[in-house]
């Protein structure tokens, strides 16, 4: 039986080897800042966009978008700072999106959060 942490591994691969074959420029994966991770962080076109990949095979617990609360919201956010500092990519155009599975279904949503409604 697999456990989370492998399951999870499996379906940031699957949404990176998605975004790369629809010609996004993967940077990193599994960022690590000092309060949290990134699962993907890339290029689609001339935006730098982190990713957030959730996997649900139900929805007992909600839909996978469902699991980017507040909390993780802040998190990542806080960590995309820490990289754009880290890189010296103060100057890119950014964004937050989201690769779910439900079931397989894979699904890109854009714009999961903003950065400037966290208020921080």
Not at 10 to 19: A, I
Request: positive net charge; without cysteine.
């Amino acid at each position: 039986m697999m456990n989370k942490r492998s399951k999870g591994k499996e379906y940031e691969e699957k949404g990176k080897k998605f975004l790369e074959s629809i010609g996004v420029k993967i940077l990193d994966m599994n960022f690590q800042g000092s309060f949290g991770e990134i699962d993907i962080i890339g290029y689609d076109d001339n935006t730098l966009v982190f990713f957030e990949v959730k996997y649900r095979k139900n929805d007992y617990f909600g839909l996978p978008q469902e699991a980017i609360d507040r909390k993780k919201r802040n998190k990542i956010y806080i960590t995309a700072k820490e990289f754009i500092r880290k890189n010296r990519l103060e100057n890119e155009k950014i964004r937050f999106d989201a690769i779910v599975f439900f079931r397989e279904d894979l699904d890109w949503i854009k714009n999961i959060f903003w950065g400037d409604e966290l208020g921080i």
